[in-house]
């Protein structure tokens, strides 16, 4: 008869302490993305997260190299990261140019280019060896999306990845390849997983939303027990059934959307109240000799009627895009072009860039640059009448209730008043304006829908006061 064992005599099981990654990452929400999908494969292999430099073992810069002052931010980042911890892995676009880096930072543990997971996880491998304990085995891997670098209540949604235009200002292609789209039921069940998990605004993004399925000649997949097309409308419409377990309609936020004909497809369903009545769409400019020095489509008189017949069927549409001045080539009718163009296109956010040339762009070779001084001088007059438009567009908001989701509750002023900082649905985290709250109610949590009296309003921002229950 064997002896009995007392719990008291079982040597205590001691795990390996696992590694800790540290994880700085620039640019576009694309990026952070990459960033997310890392750092879950990295913690389903056993590794920890640190928030600071003197807690890893090492340090991954996911890099930008967009524009050579991204380029310069980059390097500025992977330099800090070397003074501070010494263990440095780069990726990301910058990724691409290995050996300018490493001529700048020979001491770099590696270096791997734009979405390379399992290049860069080797690399991790290699500088930190995951702990392999006998029980670690037993730890549930993670599946992609479990690592989110957003607060919890908002996240970005990448359906594709590398585009295929040939803009003369844009290196993307070259970075990250021509357009690969998910699997559109992968979309949707990452969706779902979020919404589950107390996302309640999912910003789809990608190089191109509207090509979304091109590549795979927008096949079918079964989602649901019916068949769902990979294409951005039935994307969209799928995303619009979604619910909170609250029972809420999340926020589907559609960025870096191209103005294709079935553009218009979605509008609809932004008037039902499906998908949020927001499109993100990188115009560039307005004038079609620079739209065609651009290898851009010159279609901006036809653009003009359609984005009037978008806000007949959904007057709340916002619209936000980017304009480039300073394009080579670029005359004074050309701008004065671009200005009557957004007077009557009264867009709602818009984002000015300065031409700044970029190794491997085409239009690098163009003829006539356009001096720095007259750039600088178009880029104020093109803020000067943006601004404009904005600050009428959020003056005709005074007075009225608009739904709006909470990103961060302050802490109570002297007089015990509580506010915090919001967001309508014109507005994207981090790009757009904000909706700034006095006195909320103590148990406001970031996350919260609530609707809100609009009181006061400026260039960018709206100011109010909660006029209903938070939900």
């Avoid at 734009?114 to 690399?123: D, L, P």
């Avoid at 079964?222 to 619910?243: S, Y």
């Avoid at 990103?407 to 008043?417: A, F, I, L, Q, T």
């Avoid at 014109?426 to 148990?443: K, S």
Wanted: net charge negative; aromatic share 6%; with cysteine.
């Amino acid at each position: 008869m064997g002896r009995a064992i007392m719990a008291s005599q079982i040597p205590p099981i001691v795990l390996p302490e696992a590694p800790k990654v540290g994880m700085v990452s620039l640019g576009c929400p694309k990026a952070l993305v990459d960033s997310e999908r890392i750092l879950t494969r990295l913690r389903a292999d056993g590794y920890a997260m640190s928030a600071d430099y003197a807690g890893a073992d090492v340090v991954l810069v996911n890099t930008c190299g967009f524009l050579d002052s991204a380029k310069e931010e980059s390097l500025a980042a992977i330099g800090e990261a070397i003074a501070e911890n010494g263990r440095v892995i780069v990726t990301g676009c910058m990724g691409n140019e290995a050996e300018a880096i490493r001529a700048k930072f020979p001491q770099v543990l590696a270096v791997t280019g734009a979405h390379q997971y399992e290049a860069v996880v080797e690399a991790v491998h290699e500088a930190a060896p995951p702990s392999m304990g006998p029980y670690i085995d037993l730890i549930p891997q993670a599946e992609p999306g479990d690592v989110k670098l957003t607060p919890r209540h908002y996240g970005y949604l990448k359906i594709s990845e590398g585009c295929n235009h040939a803009c003369a200002f844009c290196i993307i292609p070259s970075l990250r390849g021509k357009l690969a789209s998910r699997r559109v039921d992968a979309v949707l069940r990452e969706a779902e997983k979020l919404v589950a998990a107390g996302t309640k605004e999912l910003l789809v993004i990608s190089q191109d939303t509207s090509a979304y399925g091109v590549d795979v000649r927008h096949e079918e997949r079964m989602w649901k027990g019916r068949p769902v097309r990979t294409h951005m409308t039935d994307l969209a419409r799928e995303l619009g059934q979604l619910r909170t377990p609250e029972g809420d309609t999340p926020w589907v936020r559609l960025h870096y959307v191209y103005p294709y004909p079935h553009v218009d497809a979605v509008i609809p369903l932004m008037a039902e109240g499906l998908v949020t009545p927001y499109l993100d769409i990188p115009f560039q400019h307005a004038s079609p000799s620079v739209l065609r020095a651009m290898k851009r489509p010159a279609n901006e008189a036809k653009v003009l009627d359609r984005i009037k017949s978008w806000r007949e069927i959904c007057p709340d549409l916002t619209i936000r895009s980017s304009f480039v001045v300073g394009f080579p080539g670029e005359t004074e009718a050309d701008f004065e072009y671009l200005l009557e163009w957004l007077e009557e296109a009264q867009l709602d956010r818009v984002g000015g860039f300065r031409f700044e040339p970029v190794a491997g762009a085409a239009a690098n070779d163009l003829s006539n640059p356009v001096p720095e001084d007259v750039k600088e001088e178009r880029y104020a007059r093109l803020m000067e009448k943006t601004e404009a438009i904005s600050a009428a567009k959020l003056a005709a908001k005074v007075g009225r209730t608009i739904r709006v989701i909470v990103d961060e509750v302050g802490e109570p002023d002297e007089d015990g008043d509580v506010g915090a900082t919001a967001r309508s649905q014109a507005d994207a985290p981090e790009i757009d304006g904000a909706v700034y709250l006095r006195n909320v109610p103590a148990d406001l949590q970031p996350g919260d829908f609530a609707t809100v009296l609009v009181e006061d309003a400026d260039a960018h921002d709206l100011y109010g006061v909660i006029a209903g229950d938070p939900q």
